[in-house]
C-alpha cells in the first residue's frame, strides 16, 4: 500500500496532522495500534490552555497562543465536514490559588510571559474578584489567575470528528498495527508490521510514548517518558461554571470532570485512591457545592513528556522526509498541527517557532556541561 504520507500513530497528535495534510492534498495513510495501545488521547481534560504554558521556553509560549486563535477554524472545518460539533468554548479560564505564596507565584510567571510576549493579557484576582466573576468558589481561595485566552472543547468528540473527517477527506485509517520496522527502499520509506507493508515518500512518527523506540530507526531522537494524570468525573449537574479551570471543568454533557494529577509511575495506568481523594479534596475546596455529587467514572492516563515537558518536532537530517512529532498537550495543539505542522511536512517552509523544539536541545546541553 502506497501513500504521499504514512502517519504513525492515530491519536489527538496522528489524526490532527494527517487531517491537515488531506487538506493539503495529500494522499495519507494512517497507522494506529488499536485501543491495546496507550490513549492519552481518550483520559485528557480537554483544555485548550495557554495561560502559563511557555515559561522558559518563548518560542513555545507563542506556538500555544497562536493554536488558540486557530482554534475556531479547525472547530468550524470539523463541523463543515462531519456535522460534529466538538464543543469548543473559549470565556477564558481560572486557575485558583489557596496560598499568598501561591498567588505570587502566579503573578510572577503571567508577568514574565507577558514580558517576553507582549500580547498577553491576565488579570490577578483576589477572593472577592473571583467570587463576583465565578460565583460558588470556597473561602479556601485565596485568588486566582485569568487570561481570556483559555477555552476548552470535548475531546472524545474531537478524536471522533478528526478520524470522520480525515477519512472523508481521503484519509487511509488502519487499525490495529504495530509497528515492527522502517527501511529506505527506494527512495520510499517502508513500514513493516506483522501483517503487511506500507510505503510512503514521507513519514511521521506521531506514536506518542512509542516515538521513543521508532525515532532512531529513522536518525531521530525522541527521549519521551509516562506521566500518569487521574481523572474524576461526576454525575451530570445543573449548570454553575461557566469557564474552564486548571482542575475543575463543566462539561458540555454536564458532567464535573476533576484533574489532575502529575505521577512518575513508569508505565502504569491505573488509578490509585490516594491520589484520586487529594483530588476530589481540591475539587471541593474549590467549589463546595460539590461536595455531594456522585463520581461515576475514574480513569487513568499516561501524557507523552520529553525531558523539558515541550514538544520534539524535527525531520531527519540523515533520513529527510522522516518527521517525529511529540508533545502533551494534544488538545490546545490540534489546531497548530493542522494548519501550521501539515503543511511544513507537506513541503511548506518551516514555521518559525519550529527550531527551538529540536531534540537536539537535549544532547547540546549534556554536551554544553564541562567535565569535572
Request: hydrophobic share 40%; charged share 20%.
Amino acid at each position: 500500500m502506497s501513500a504521499d504520507v504514512l502517519v504513525i500513530g492515530g491519536g489527538l497528535v496522528g489524526a490532527a496532522l494527517a487531517y491537515g495534510l488531506a487538506r493539503e492534498g495529500a494522499r495519507v495513510t494512517v497507522l494506529d495500534e488499536g485501543d491495546g495501545g496507550f490513549r492519552a488521547s481518550r483520559g485528557n481534560f480537554g483544555l485548550v490552555w495557554i495561560q502559563g504554558k511557555g515559561s522558559g521556553l518563548t518560542p513555545y509560549a507563542r506556538w500555544s497562543r497562536d493554536s488558540a486563535t486557530r482554534w475556531p477554524a479547525l472547530a468550524q472545518s470539523l463541523l463543515d465536514d462531519t456535522g460534529i460539533d466538538v464543543a469548543l468554548r473559549q470565556p477564558g479560564g481560572f486557575q485558583f490559588c489557596f496560598s499568598d505564596d501561591e498567588l505570587a507565584e502566579r503573578r510572577k510567571r503571567l508577568s514574565n510571559l507577558q514580558q517576553a510576549l507582549g500580547d498577553y493579557p491576565f488579570q490577578m484576582l483576589d477572593h472577592r474578584e473571583a467570587r463576583e466573576r465565578v460565583p460558588g468558589i470556597g473561602p479556601a481561595v485565596v485568588g486566582a489567575s485569568y487570561t481570556p485566552m483559555d477555552g476548552h472543547v470535548n475531546p472524545l468528540k474531537l478524536l471522533r470528528a478528526l478520524h470522520a473527517g480525515m477519512q472523508r477527506r481521503g484519509v487511509t485509517l488502519v487499525s490495529g498495527e504495530r509497528v515492527e520496522r522502517i527501511e529506505r527502499a527506494s527512495g520510499d520509506f517502508a513500514v513493516h508490521s506483522a501483517r503487511g507493508t506500507y510505503r510512503a515518500a514521507r513519514l511521521v512518527l506521531a506514536a506518542g510514548l512509542c516515538n521513543r523506540s521508532l525515532a532512531p530507526l529513522v536518525g531521530l531522537n525522541a527521549p519521551v517518558a509516562p506521566n500518569r494524570g487521574q481523572v474524576l468525573i461526576s454525575e451530570r449537574v445543573a449548570p454553575f461554571l461557566d469557564y474552564p479551570t486548571l482542575n475543575v471543568r463543566q462539561t458540555d454533557e454536564g458532567t464535573v470532570q476533576f484533574g489532575d494529577s502529575m505521577e512518575q509511575a513508569g508505565f502504569d495506568d491505573l488509578t490509585t485512591t490516594p491520589v484520586l481523594s487529594e483530588i476530589a479534596r481540591r475539587g471541593v475546596r474549590t467549589f463546595p457545592r460539590l461536595r455531594d455529587v456522585r463520581l461515576v467514572r475514574t480513569w487513568a492516563a499516561l501524557r507523552v513528556y520529553s525531558p523539558d515537558g515541550f514538544p520534539i518536532y524535527e525531520q531527519s537530517e540523515t533520513q529527510p522526509g522522516a518527521f517525529v512529532v511529540t508533545c502533551h498537550s494534544g488538545v490546545t495543539l490540534a489546531a497548530a498541527h493542522a494548519q501550521r505542522l501539515a503543511p511544513w511536512i507537506a513541503g511548506a517552509p518551516m514555521p518559525d517557532e519550529l527550531p527551538a523544539f529540536s531534540a537536539r536541545r537535549f544532547t547540546d546541553r549534556v554536551e554544553s556541561i564541562p567535565a569535572h
